[in-house]
């Protein structure tokens, strides 16, 4: 199984980023999805999540109304949107896929599969 994020970058306060996630080796239409992020020094936390069918979505207070998470099983992909963006949100990201995904399922061992991380990085 393969997931490899793609998308970070360098952005400004306030601007906007879309991170992509594309799965290889796993039926991807059984799985959900989950993006997590990680900051400097901190533990690994959750970001949002979709369930396989993409009619189900869960997020992270912190990122309620402002990151949009997506998915297209014909491509086998999943997408974060993030809009209006802050320093805080800097960290790398993390995208997982998980056979069950339900409103708990915010914690790292909920996911089966993780992808290599890829660098958001806001600046003030």
């Known amino acids: 199984v393969q997931l490899q994020a793609s998308g970070g970058g360098l952005v400004q306060a306030g601007g906007s980023l879309r991170l992509s996630c594309a799965a290889s080796g796993l039926t991807f239409s059984n799985y959900g999805m989950a993006w997590f992020r990680q900051a400097p020094g901190k533990e690994r936390e959750f970001v949002a999540a979709i369930r396989w069918s993409g009619g189900i979505t869960y997020y992270a207070d912190s990122v309620k109304g402002r990151f949009t998470i997506s998915r297209d099983n014909a491509k086998n992909t999943v997408s974060l949107q993030m809009n209006s963006l802050k320093p805080e949100d800097t960290a790398v990201y993390y995208c997982?896929?998980?056979?069950?995904?339900?409103?708990?399922?915010?914690?790292?061992?909920?996911?089966?599969?993780w992808g290599q991380g890829t660098l958001v990085t806001v600046s003030s």
């Open positions: 997982a896929a998980g056979r069950v995904v339900t409103s708990t399922s915010s914690t790292p061992r909920a996911y089966n599969y």
